[in-house]
C-alpha cells in the first residue's frame, strides 16, 4: 500500500515562472491538506480539499495560488508567477473519509520549492 | 487569534530518561490534539492523537495528556532512545468547525548514548 506520492521532491523556478506541485494520497483516502514550511517555522495549512471539491481555503493566498484536486488524477497546487518568498518546502497529507472531519493525516515527503 | 506555543528551545536528554515536551494553546477550544514526528528533509509521521474528552492516551513507549483547563498537552517518552531525536510537532484543529489544521512550530529533542 503505497504512501502519499509528491512530485517534484525539487522543483527550481525563476522568478516570473509558474510551479505545479502534485499529490497522490494513499489508497482510499479522498481528502487531501495542502502545508507550507519554512525553514525552522512549523507548518502553515494552506487548503483542504475533497475529490472535486475546495473544503477550506483559509490558509491560501488571495493571488497567485490555486489548488485542485480533480475527480481523476492527482491533487495540484499552482503557484503563479513565483516570488522569492515562495521558496519552501510543500507538504501534502492525506486522510481518511468521515463524518467526523478530523482523523489522522499521513504526509507525504515534500516538495522542495526554489525560486532564483 | 489561535495560537499554538511549543518550547522551541531543544531538549537535550540522557538515553533512557524520560523525555516531556509541552504544547500550550490559547483563544480557542479545540476538539482534538494531535502529535507528529519530523525527521529533517522528510514529512511528518503521526503518532497520537487525542480528544477532548480524553485525559491521557497510550501507545507504547509514548503518552499524551490533554488539560483543556490549563490548555496543555504533555507528550512524554519513556526509556528514550538515540533513535527517537527528532522534531516533535503538536497539532490542533481549527476549533471553528472547519478543517483547518493548526500546527505548532516544533519541539527538537536529542537523545544522547
Known amino acids: 500500500n503505497a504512501g502519499v506520492m509528491q512530485n517534484p521532491r525539487h522543483l527550481v523556478r525563476r522568478r516570473g515562472q509558474e510551479a505545479r506541485l502534485r499529490c497522490s494520497p494513499m489508497?482510499?483516502?479522498?481528502?487531501v491538506y495542502w502545508y507550507r514550511q519554512l525553514p525552522e517555522e512549523g507548518l502553515k495549512f494552506m487548503v483542504y480539499?475533497?475529490?472535486?471539491?475546495?473544503?477550506?481555503e483559509s490558509g491560501m493566498p488571495k493571488e497567485r495560488f490555486s489548488a485542485e484536486f480533480p475527480k481523476e488524477g492527482p491533487s495540484i497546487l499552482r503557484i503563479q508567477q513565483v516570488v522569492r518568498g515562495d521558496s519552501a518546502a510543500y507538504f501534502c497529507?492525506?486522510?481518511?473519509?468521515?463524518?467526523?472531519?478530523?482523523?489522522?493525516?499521513?504526509f507525504g515527503p515534500g516538495t522542495r520549492l526554489t525560486v532564483t | 487569534s489561535q495560537k499554538i506555543e511549543q518550547n522551541s528551545e531543544a531538549l537535550n536528554i540522557q538515553e533512557g530518561k524520560t523525555a516531556t515536551l509541552t504544547c500550550n494553546y490559547t483563544?480557542?477550544?479545540?476538539?482534538?490534539l494531535q502529535w507528529y514526528r519530523q525527521d529533517p528533509g522528510r514529512g511528518p509521521v503521526f503518532l497520537l492523537l487525542?480528544?477532548?474528552?480524553?485525559k491521557e492516551k497510550r501507545k507504547e513507549r509514548l503518552k499524551v495528556t490533554f488539560d483543556t483547563t490549563l490548555k496543555q498537552s504533555l507528550f512524554h517518552i519513556t526509556a528514550s532512545q538515540p533513535a527517537d531525536s527528532a522534531t516533535y510537532l503538536c497539532?490542533?484543529?481549527?476549533?471553528?468547525?472547519?478543517?483547518?489544521?493548526?500546527f505548532g512550530a516544533g519541539t527538537r529533542l536529542f537523545v544522547k548514548a
Open positions: 487525542i480528544r477532548e474528552n480524553e
Open positions: 497539532a490542533l484543529d481549527g476549533g471553528t468547525g472547519g478543517f483547518k489544521t493548526i
Open positions: 497529507a492525506s486522510s481518511q473519509p468521515g463524518v467526523a472531519g478530523f482523523y489522522e493525516q499521513y
Open positions: 483563544n480557542y477550544s479545540p476538539a482534538y
Open positions: 480539499l475533497q475529490k472535486e471539491n475546495i473544503i477550506d
Open positions: 489508497k482510499g483516502h479522498s481528502h
